[in-house]
């Protein structure tokens, strides 16, 4: 009998352990094909409607999506060649059948149609939002623009997916190049136990003596933090900061230098074909930043009040270096080193120190009573679904129904949480399900959570750093975002549909709770005696929240500076160019020397492996917007119940069917403050 394609089959959840990379290309093929024969029914519809229209086209969407879905998760945390081979020779497919989508005259007539017809004023908010959306979509897929045109924009849209992919792929492979067998331990002297520990774990996976050293960031970040060898400490922050570049010790074999050089091209080319002065307007036109110069205004202001804080910092790591261990000049690689020394000797607390006081299990299931205590969910681990990897965690959420009489499912998602071989690094949550209305009832929400934290050593309990903690509640806030909505128009449900500017609001928002001493109480227990996080440790921990917080924020500036100078340019830049770009920004903004060989750009996957080109802002406008929304728990308790379901109904549930400036307001009741972050970072009193 012949097998079946599992891509191919109807599922509540991915398949996982039943997808091979022979089934995709398939799958995709097969799908399209559907695809297309489905749009030229709906485009034979004489009278259109929401049913025979948007609902049909959100149906037909929505299958593709769920085959793509997992694939595209995999190619993430679970890549391979036949795998990459197979998402690769499926991208230009599927770039090529959005932009016949959106350059679909007829359907493009169909939508008009129905937003101009008497239906469109009776129908719920979200399908109005829902079909505006569409229409704004068609205009910035070329719709209106000549074929000659229109056939090129396509050609620029199905080559800037390819190089997407190039750009992360190459960024995965050139990490995994490069590693350090240590067979000496005195090398690693100053190295914390969870650290040596994994690198002996490391080791061991690969038949080898002593320690394995990688770029993977759980032991990456710990060697420039604590190892005391700073010939080891230069040699793996070259090693990272030159990853896919023209410098270092992998030079040129990855080398991201021509993928950026295209892609930023291609990207003012495409923003010139639809009328736009460059790339940022074009990226704005989907944003709550109305114009370029509004980005600029807000990221130079927030320079101009942060700098002179981030310039003390560092004036006085490099006094703590020189005065009280002899170093006269500060190199990048010792700014981590004596950064964490100062911060032991300022406030006598560290990220090892606070360790043992998050067990992974605990941490998360402390999380899940915050979630409970702001918004009467309950959140459950569940078995029984189909995982890529044995680490993977399953969970389902209930909805408590009022008066104590039931619950309601309402949500359901992944977490893989630790880092390892084959899985690209940094933190996410992508949708797996969009929650939409279906004719057999409602599609669920279904969410990614991707870490890539410390793992385990053996059997025991991983144990999180409070950074780690922190990032767990912020890729949840993203989590709790995409499943808690109630809408059921896929378009706008969840995540879909919201402004970039504003998606980071409910992650950041989130992350607030891990310095609450009302919730760290259950969110801490030590991983042998139990007790939580001690008050002595605690008000340390506290203490130290803002150091060199004004470096971090002047770092962030940096990277959003250079995102948006660089996509606001209009002649055709270089190599060359993309580095001066970054030289002019931090010769103006940074505070930190850069290395000769630092390389940044050339792994800068947020801006060219990922959705935030021209939008890496977004970080720091959301970060007011979540700053001020939490400055009214502050005002009324963390844990009031009332400022929970208002926050759930004004920003959770709605998704993308409100604006996000009216959203905002909505909750807090006028327009944001900057003064909110600035207080929050101790940048100002």
Same mark, same amino acid.
């Not at 509640?473 to 109630?486: A, K, L, Q």
């Given at each position: 009998?012949?097998?079946?394609?599992?891509?191919? @089959?109807?599922?509540?959840?991915?398949?996982?352990?039943?997808?091979?990379?022979?089934?995709? @290309?398939?799958?995709?093929? @097969?799908?399209?094909?559907?695809?297309?024969?489905?749009?030229?029914?709906?485009?034979?519809?004489?009278?259109?409607?929401?049913?025979?229209?948007?609902?049909?086209?959100?149906?037909?969407?929505?299958?593709?999506?769920?085959?793509?879905? #997992?694939?595209?998760?995999?190619?993430?945390?679970?890549?391979?060649?036949?795998?990459?081979?197979?998402?690769?020779?499926?991208?230009?497919?599927?770039? !090529?059948?959005?932009?016949?989508?959106?350059?679909?005259?007829?359907?493009?007539?169909?939508?008009?149609?129905?937003?101009?017809?008497?239906?469109?004023?009776?129908?719920?908010?979200?399908?109005?939002?829902?079909?505006?959306?569409?229409?704004?979509?068609?205009?910035?897929?070329?719709?209106?623009?000549?074929?000659?045109?229109?056939?090129?924009?396509? @050609?620029?849209?199905?080559?800037? +997916?390819?190089?997407?992919?190039?750009?992360?792929?190459?960024?995965?492979?050139?990490?995994? %190049?490069?590693?350090?067998?240590?067979?000496?331990?005195?090398?690693?002297?100053?190295?914390?136990?969870?650290?040596?520990?994994?690198?002996?774990?490391?080791?061991?996976?690969?038949?080898?003596?002593?320690?394995?050293?990688?770029?993977?960031?759980?032991?990456?970040? #710990?060697?420039?933090?604590?190892?005391?060898?700073?010939?080891?400490?230069?040699?793996?922050?070259?090693?990272?900061?030159?990853?896919? +570049?023209?410098?270092?010790?992998?030079?040129?074999?990855?080398?991201?230098?021509?993928?950026?050089?295209?892609?930023?091209?291609?990207?003012?080319?495409?923003?010139?074909?639809?009328?736009?002065?460059?790339?940022? =307007?074009? +990226?704005?036109?989907?944003?709550?930043?109305?114009?370029?110069?509004?980005?600029?205004?807000?990221?130079?202001?927030?320079?101009?009040?942060?700098?002179?804080?981030?310039?003390?910092?560092?004036?006085?790591?490099?006094?703590?270096?020189?005065?009280?261990?002899?170093?006269?000049?500060l190199a990048p690689w010792d700014l981590n080193y004596y950064g964490e020394k100062l911060r032991l000797a300022?406030?006598?607390?560290?990220?090892?120190?606070?360790?043992?006081?998050?067990?992974?299990?605990?941490?998360?299931?402390?999380?899940?009573?915050?979630?409970? &205590?702001?918004?009467?969910?309950?959140?459950?681990?569940?078995?029984?679904?189909?995982?890529?990897?044995?680490?993977?965690?399953?969970?389902?959420?209930?909805?408590?129904?009022?008066?104590?009489?039931?619950?309601?499912?309402?949500?359901?998602?992944?977490?893989?949480?630790?880092?390892?071989?084959?899985?690209?690094?940094?933190?996410?949550?992508?949708?797996?399900?969009?929650? &939409?209305?279906?004719?057999?009832?409602?599609?669920?929400?279904?969410?990614?959570?991707?870490?890539?934290?410390?793992?385990?050593?053996?059997?025991?309990?991983?144990?999180?750093?409070?950074?780690?903690?922190?990032?767990?509640?912020?890729?949840?806030?993203?989590?709790?975002?995409?499943?808690?909505?109630?809408?059921?128009?896929?378009?706008?449900?969840?995540?879909?549909?919201?402004?970039?500017?504003?998606?980071?609001?409910?992650?950041?928002?989130? =992350?607030?709770?891990?310095?609450?001493?009302?919730?760290?109480?259950?969110?801490?227990?030590?991983?042998?005696?139990?007790?939580?996080?001690?008050?002595?440790?605690?008000?340390?921990?506290?203490?130290?929240?803002?150091?060199?917080?004004?470096?971090?924020?002047?770092?962030?500036?940096?990277?959003?500076?250079?995102?948006?100078?660089?996509?606001?340019?209009?002649?055709?830049?270089?190599?060359?160019?993309?580095?001066?770009?970054?030289?002019?920004?931090?010769?103006?903004?940074?505070?930190?020397?850069?290395?000769? !060989?630092?390389?940044?750009?050339?792994?800068?996957?947020?801006?060219?492996?990922?959705?935030? %080109?021209?939008?890496?802002?977004?970080?720091?406008?959301? =970060?007011?917007?979540?700053?001020?929304?939490?400055?009214?728990? &502050?005002?009324?308790?963390?844990?009031?119940?009332?400022?929970?379901?208002?926050?759930?109904?004004?920003?959770?549930?709605?998704?993308?069917?409100?604006?996000?400036?009216?959203?905002?307001v909505a909750f807090r009741g006028r327009e944001p403050d900057l003064e909110s972050l600035l207080r929050q970072?101790?940048?100002?009193?």
């Open positions: 009998m012949r097998e079946t394609n599992p891509l191919l @089959e109807t599922h509540e959840l991915p398949p996982f352990e039943r997808i091979e990379a022979s089934h995709v @290309e398939p799958a995709i093929d @097969e799908l399209l094909g559907r695809s297309r024969s489905a749009i030229a029914d709906i485009e034979g519809v004489t009278a259109p409607s929401w049913a025979n229209t948007a609902e049909a086209l959100e149906a037909l969407q929505d299958a593709l999506a769920q085959a793509w879905s #997992p694939i595209g998760h995999l190619h993430g945390v679970a890549d391979s060649d036949a795998l990459r081979d197979a998402y690769n020779a499926c991208l230009p497919k599927l770039s !090529e059948f959005r932009t016949e989508l959106g350059q679909n005259d007829r359907l493009f007539a169909a939508y008009e149609t129905l937003r101009s017809s008497p239906e469109y004023e009776s129908l719920p908010p979200a399908r109005q939002k829902a079909i505006n959306n569409t229409l704004r979509d068609f205009r910035l897929s070329g719709i209106d623009l000549p074929k000659a045109e229109q056939k090129r924009f396509a @050609e620029v849209s199905k080559r800037l +997916s390819e190089l997407s992919a190039k750009f992360s792929e190459n960024v995965l492979d050139a990490t995994q %190049a490069w590693s350090k067998n240590v067979t000496n331990e005195i090398e690693l002297a100053g190295l914390p136990d969870t650290a040596l520990g994994l690198a002996r774990q490391m080791a061991q996976s690969k038949g080898l003596d002593g320690w394995l050293l990688t770029l993977d960031f759980p032991l990456y970040l #710990p060697t420039q933090q604590y190892c005391d060898n700073r010939d080891l400490r230069e040699e793996m922050y070259t090693a990272y900061v030159t990853r896919a +570049s023209d410098k270092g010790p992998n030079a040129g074999e990855f080398d991201n230098g021509p993928v950026m050089t295209e892609i930023v091209n291609l990207r003012q080319e495409l923003a010139a074909l639809l009328g736009f002065a460059n790339y940022a =307007e074009y +990226s704005l036109a989907t944003k709550m930043a109305n114009t370029p110069k509004e980005v600029m205004d807000f990221l130079e202001e927030l320079a101009r009040r942060s700098k002179p804080a981030a310039e003390r910092e560092f004036a006085e790591v490099c006094a703590f270096a020189r005065d009280g261990h002899g170093l006269d000049t300022r406030y006598d607390v560290s990220q090892e120190a606070l360790r043992p006081y998050f067990p992974a299990t605990h941490a998360i299931q402390g999380m899940f009573e915050v979630a409970n &205590r702001l918004y009467d969910v309950t959140i459950e681990q569940t078995s029984g679904w189909q995982v890529w990897h044995p680490d993977v965690r399953c969970f389902d959420v209930y909805r408590n129904v009022s008066g104590g009489s039931g619950r309601e499912l309402i949500a359901r998602f992944y977490l893989d949480a630790y880092a390892r071989e084959h899985k690209q690094g940094g933190a996410w949550m992508d949708d797996c399900r969009a929650r &939409r209305e279906t004719p057999q009832g409602t599609q669920l929400p279904v969410a990614y959570l991707t870490c890539n934290f410390t793992s385990p050593i053996g059997d025991a309990d991983a144990l999180l750093t409070h950074n780690e903690v922190v990032t767990l509640f912020h890729e949840f806030g993203h989590g709790i975002h995409h499943m808690f909505t109630r809408v059921d128009v896929a378009e706008v449900s969840g995540i879909n549909g919201v402004a970039w500017d504003a998606v980071e609001l409910p992650s950041q928002f989130m =992350e607030n709770w891990c310095w609450e001493s009302e919730a760290l109480a259950f969110l801490s227990s030590h991983h042998e005696t139990g007790e939580p996080l001690p008050d002595a440790l605690l008000c340390k921990m506290l203490a130290a929240k803002n150091f060199q917080s004004g470096m971090q924020t002047i770092r962030q500036l940096e990277f959003a500076l250079f995102d948006f100078r660089l996509h606001m340019e209009t002649a055709a830049v270089d190599g060359s160019r993309i580095q001066s770009v970054l030289d002019e920004i931090r010769s103006t903004v940074a505070v930190v020397p850069a290395a000769g !060989e630092n390389r940044f750009q050339h792994s800068f996957g947020h801006i060219f492996g990922g959705g935030y %080109a021209a939008g890496y802002y977004s970080y720091k406008w959301a =970060e007011v917007l979540s700053a001020d929304a939490f400055s009214r728990f &502050r005002e009324e308790g963390i844990f009031n119940r009332q400022t929970g379901e208002r926050f759930l109904e004004e920003i959770l549930e709605v998704g993308g069917s409100v604006d996000a400036m009216d959203m905002f970072d101790g940048i100002i009193e």
